[in-house]
């Protein structure tokens, strides 16, 4: 196993720009953000520890594992052309482009992985992915690099994949794909009520894939100490009772305090104690088993620093504590809820 990180980056992924008109100019999901996640990145780790991995387009073969063969052709049709799929989600001229190599950079970091060439990976894409669909874009993502890249694992011989959403949107696409799979664990904390207004505790999968999804909607308002409580009582054990071969993390910093779009209280501390407790749940340790995907996050600085937090946690560095740890009795109800709803269908798995 090298000591070395495997980055995914790509200046294509720039490129990927909002109409300058409507008045969308200052779109939330912007360019910027990846200056601000690599700014974090360098922060965390020496220069000459990362390896830059050449990303290269995602295959049709690749997507189809989780797209629909005639959404990935009507897709094609944005390329060099400006507008919007929905209210939120724009495409540029090289969007189809980026959103191609993101979903391949991220097959790139999962092979990087699965040769034991990195000690673990992250991928710095855009456009977002993981609440594309199917056969959908919506919610400021076109294709779900997150998924393309679980499925890659599977098909390369990985039995168990474990994806872990922390974005405080709810992933619906990254669920609705391995909705039925049981060798997909998805695990997604969230804020709830949200957009897109799934992620109930009830979904819990369908057919052979019951169990296999794990889903803590959190009130608004929640920091560390909530994320913590329910890394400690339902994402961990979930984890460690799966034992995944590999673990991704859908990593959207937009549950931070700062974020503009949602009502968190997440800090920059938290977020490398929930890395640090992820890495702890994985059976035989971590190393070369952890690939993190930038999905959102949208105040620059929340960005920066929680990245750097988590790429910190992943350094095995010392932990920050979180400013306060006090668990609101709403939050700590979240959690149970979400606890025994975790613990009912075990139980019934059993039976």
């Known amino acids: 196993m090298e000591n070395t990180i495997a980055v995914v980056w790509d200046a294509l992924f720039m490129e990927h720009r909002a109409p300058d008109h409507a008045g969308h100019a200052g779109h939330p999901e912007r360019p910027e953000r990846l200056d601000a996640a690599r700014s974090g990145l360098f922060s965390a780790v020496p220069t000459e520890r990362i390896t830059p ?41 090289a969007s189809y482009a980026a959103a191609l190599r993101g979903a391949g950079g991220s097959v790139e970091m999962v092979d990087a992985l699965l040769a034991g060439k990195t000690a673990y990976g992250i991928a710095l894409v855009r456009p977002p992915g993981h609440h594309a669909r199917p056969g959908t874009a919506m919610g400021f993502c076109l294709l779900n690099n997150v998924a393309v890249a679980a499925a890659h694992a ?16 709810h992933g619906n696409g990254t669920q609705e794909m391995f909705y039925a799979d049981p060798s997909v664990l998805y695990v997604s904390l969230h804020q709830w009520p949200l957009y897109p207004g799934t992620g109930a505790r009830g979904e819990v999968g369908t057919g052979d894939g019951v169990g296999a999804t794990v889903n803590v909607p959190l009130s608004p308002g ?46 920059a501390a938290g977020y490398s104690q929930m890395t640090r407790r992820l890495t702890a749940a994985m059976p035989g340790g971590f190393a070369g088993k952890v690939g993190v995907v930038l999905e959102g996050g949208y105040d620059l600085t929340a ?34 809820l979400a606890e025994q709803a975790r613990t009912t269908r075990r139980e019934s798995d059993r039976a």
């Open 53 to 93: 991995l050449a990303p290269r387009d995602a295959t049709n073969d690749e997507l189809g594992r989780v797209h629909e063969p005639r959404y990935v052709e009507e897709l094609s049709r944005i390329a060099g052309r400006r507008g919007y799929l929905d209210a939120d989600t724009y495409y540029a001229p």
């Open 154 to 169: 599977r098909a390369s011989g990985c039995e168990r994949v474990a994806i872990v959403d922390w974005d405080v949107h």
């Open 222 to 267: 929640a920091g560390d100490a909530a994320y913590i409580a329910a890394m400690d009582r339902v994402v961990g054990p979930a984890i460690a009772e799966f034992a995944p071969d590999l673990l991704l993390i859908s990593a959207g910093y937009d549950a931070h305090e700062l974020d503009p779009l949602a009502q968190m209280r997440l800090t």
């Open 303 to 336: 960005l920066r620093d929680s990245l750097d937090a988590t790429v910190a946690a992943l350094e095995g560095n010392a932990v920050p504590a979180p400013p306060s740890l006090a668990l609101e009795a709403r939050h700590d109800a979240d959690v149970r």
